[in-house]
């Protein structure tokens, strides 16, 4: 069966990244159907929006979709319904794509370009589950207004809403123990149900689903706690689970352990298996269009999105070990560059993979397990 891939390339970065990572898909030997449509910028630039309903459909129409990334600052004054980052949540949103993949590994071959100590980040291997279509981002009603209480009422006043319903909270957390379950069975679940009440039931429904899955530990902790462990002591965590703002900004300092962004892939799945991968990082407008761009994250994305949606674990088997043998022999990109080896651009890294994918590099680092 022909697998359907929708490409959505984006601004900045995107376009140069995936370029590199569908190369690699057309190196293996699949029965693959790739169309590239319009997102983010680019598509406002050609048609007024960020995401043209011939793009959403392609997208829905399709068993899985890889994405650059969308953005650039010349967009901020734009209304935000027009921005190039409404994009991304128009699909998540549309798509029901709930759940948010993002391992955080720390490569043997980078573990100095952590910032932290070696011996801190080496073996360094977590799961960061984050809820991906609720909480502050979605939740209503939210805008500016004239303050109606309070003492600074009738000053000009912003407001965002959040929330989160009971089965929102039960599908992440089954999603969460049944990743564990592929791991080392430990989940924490990050919330600060100290203060907010939306977190308190958080706490209180992971709780309750923690009931059926008596082989997985489950610890609860305070988001602030969580930000300061990660730093402290990463390798204390597996998987982690929480909503869509505390797992905004915990995986982002996740991806830092591990070296650098670029290296990051990301799979966002909705109930059907039906998934958008993406690198962890954004459209890094500072660094388009001079080739220096790490393609690796895209190109990993695109190896959870065999092994997730597509059920080609092999295919995506071989792009991992690629990956990792040419971190072995020395190729660089200039955000994990460090003396002694040899600084590469994005072309040249791309074709570096396919190189090693020719050679059929020998067994790799596993991203994820839970094929
Ligand atoms: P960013 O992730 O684009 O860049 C942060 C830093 O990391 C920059 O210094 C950049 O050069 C570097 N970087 C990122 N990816 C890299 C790669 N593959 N190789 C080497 N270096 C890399 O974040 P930002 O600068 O805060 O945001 C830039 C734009 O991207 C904004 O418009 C933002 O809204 C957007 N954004 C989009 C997404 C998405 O499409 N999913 C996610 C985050 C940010």
Known sequence: MTHKIAVLPGDGIGPEIVAEAVAVLHALDL????????????????????????????????????FGAVGDWKYDTLERSLRPEQAILGLRKQLGLFANFRPAICYEQLTHASSLKPELVAGLDILIIRELTGDIYF???????????????GAEEAFDTMRYSR????????????????????????????????????????????????DV?????????AAMQLVRAPKKFDVVVTGNMFGDILSDEASML????????SASLNDRNQGLYEPSHGSAPDIAG?????????ILSAAMMLKFSLRETRAAERIEAAVSQVLTDGLRTADIWSEGNRRVGTREMGQAVIDALRGDAGSGKTILTTS
Not at 172 to 200: G, P
Not at 290 to 298: E, Q, W, Y
């Open 258 to 265: 591990t070296g650098s962004i670029g290296m990051l892939p």
């Open 290 to 298: 001079k080739g220096v761009a790490n393609p690796l994250a895209t």
């Open 31 to 66: 029965d693959i159907a790739l169309q590239t449509a319009p997102v983010g910028g680019a598509a406002y630039e050609a048609s007024g929006h960020p995401l043209p309903e011939a793009t959403l459909n392609l997208a829905r129409e399709s068993d899985a979709i890889l």
């Open 167 to 214: 089965p929102e909270i039960e599908r992440i957390a089954h999603v969460a123990f049944q990743a564990a379950r592929l791991r080392s069975k430990k989940v924490t679940s990050v919330d600060k149900a100290n203060v907010l009440e939306t977190f308190q039931f958080w706490k209180d429904v992971v709780t309750e689903v923690h009931g059926q899955y008596p």
């Open 217 to 225: 530990e489950l610890e609860h902790m305070y988001v602030d706690n």
């Open 139 to 153: 939740g209503q009603p939210r805008g500016r207004r004239s303050a109606p209480d309070g003492q600074f009422a």
